[in-house]
């Protein structure tokens, strides 16, 4: 990354760290020229922005590197101190594979293809919604659920560019559905995503199926005694609240509980990339929304099961997530001052890692409510009544098998029951062999 880059259309070098570009107070407004340096390559010249040591006539080690072009792009740029700066970076050559098009993101875009297609779903690879507002990686429709605009996503696209690119996903009728690895992206609770674990793009290839290790959530819903598996979500933790709880948890947990559950990360498979997308289009699962205590226009993107989210309906009113109003707060550029350095740098061992992101998570979200009693039931197994015996938990759990009663006037004496005709005495029903 360079402080300094050539504006062919100025004809002139601009400092980067620098104000007002080392303009001095000519030329174009220096709001607007930044604006303008951020845009999208696609949306300018590919030629504006040129290496200085470039612009010089000489050529500079990104062009002897034959991957890299003189041209360049200008992008903020977050230091280990955490500060943001303006920093032009070189454009790769034209014959360059994009990071879009990695061996990963068509492995990717492979399986949820041959996925949807195995369940029967139709499917369609890199094709533009119909009234062209986007063009998803992979677009599954629905049969019976929602139609998927997924997204394999294995670098941090801007916040600005997953909004966009989501809300008009939506536009189109389709859930923007993003699949990545590292939960720092900034497509995290921006809209429905999937998390899985690191993998090669030749596992994902050979995959029948992907575990999902995030953007999944189950329903759990229990009555807080002193005896629960789960700790009493109001830290009641000796004789319990009395109350239900009702908890938004990873499949992972859910599966060992009532099997000897021994961390919070559980040791289950767990529920798959694929078993969701098919549930997501057929029905079963479904996309829920839950906006933060603080700010309503951000919150919680989860995937749950289609029970699970008429469950929560039962206590809370289900919210919408306003992409309109969505606005990725800008924040503020450091200018050092520092004068330009105008020899390439590319190739050099001067990099150092930004800052690490806070991960965008459910904060502020209310994952765990807690309620007096149960609503009327729109489920089909029944809370225990804490002030029930074990005894009759346990048979509550366990009934006992029916034993078939004689009809009356056969004797019922003997296995199997003898069945003469009888008469009835204190002991029961007797024959005249079998009377007392």
Not at 42 to 69: I, N, P, T, Y
Not at 342 to 371: N, Q
Not at 376 to 390: G, I, K, M, N, Q
Request: aromatic share 6%; proline share 6%; glycine share 8%.
């Amino acid at each position: 990354m360079a402080n300094c880059v050539w504006h062919s259309g100025l004809q002139r070098i601009l400092e980067l760290d620098k104000e007002d570009l080392g303009l001095d107070g000519t030329g174009p407004s220096v709001s607007e020229l930044i604006e303008s340096l951020l845009q999208p390559v696609a949306e300018r010249g590919r030629e504006l922005l040129v290496c200085v040591e470039s612009s010089q006539g000489h050529q500079c080690k990104a062009e002897l590197s034959g991957v890299k072009s003189p041209h360049m792009y200008v992008r903020k740029y977050r230091g280990p101190d955490g500060v943001l700066r303006l920093r032009a970076a070189h454009l790769p050559t034209v014959h360059e594979m994009t990071p879009e098009e990695s061996d990963r993101h068509k492995a990717m875009k492979d399986f949820l293809s041959r996925t949807a297609q195995a369940a029967g779903l139709e499917v369609h690879v890199e094709k533009s919604t119909r009234i062209r507002s986007s063009r998803p990686d992979v677009t599954i429709t629905g049969s019976g659920g929602v139609s998927l605009g997924c997204e394999a996503q294995y670098y941090n696209a801007s916040a600005g560019t997953v909004l966009r690119r989501s809300k008009a996903h939506a536009d189109a009728g389709l859930a923007a559905n993003w699949i990545t690895h590292d939960d720092r992206f900034h497509l995290i609770d921006r809209s429905n995503w999937m998390l899985t674990r690191q993998v090669t793009w030749r596992e994902i290839s050979n995959a029948a199926d992907l575990a999902l290790v995030g953007g999944f959530r189950a329903l759990v819903e229990w009555r807080c005694t002193a005896s629960a598996e789960r700790p009493c979500l109001d830290n009641r933790v000796k004789t319990g609240c009395g109350k239900v709880h009702l908890q938004w948890d990873t499949p992972r947990r859910l599966d060992d509980e009532g099997t000897g559950w021994t961390s919070y990360e559980g040791n289950t498979r767990g529920i798959t990339v694929g078993q969701t997308l098919i549930g997501a289009a057929t029905g079963s699962v479904t996309p829920l929304f839950i906006p933060s205590r603080k700010d309503r226009r951000a919150g919680a993107y989860m995937w749950v099961s289609a029970d699970d989210r008429t469950r929560w309906t039962d206590y809370r009113s289900e919210e919408t997530p306003n992409l309109e109003d969505e606005q990725v707060p800008d924040e503020e550029i450091h200018f050092s001052g520092n004068d330009a350095d105008t020899m390439c740098k590319f190739g050099e061992d001067t990099w150092t890692p930004s800052a690490p992101l806070e991960r965008r998570g459910a904060y502020g979200v209310e994952l765990a409510i807690t309620v007096d009693n149960p609503a009327s039931a729109r489920t089909t197994v029944p809370l225990p009544d804490p002030r029930s015996t074990s005894e009759s938990r346990v048979a509550a759990r366990f009934p006992a098998p029916a034993i078939p009663r004689p009809r009356p006037g056969v004797c019922e004496i003997g296995t199997p029951r003898c069945g003469q005709p009888a008469r009835l005495y204190a002991a029961g029903w007797r024959c005249t062999a079998h009377r007392p």
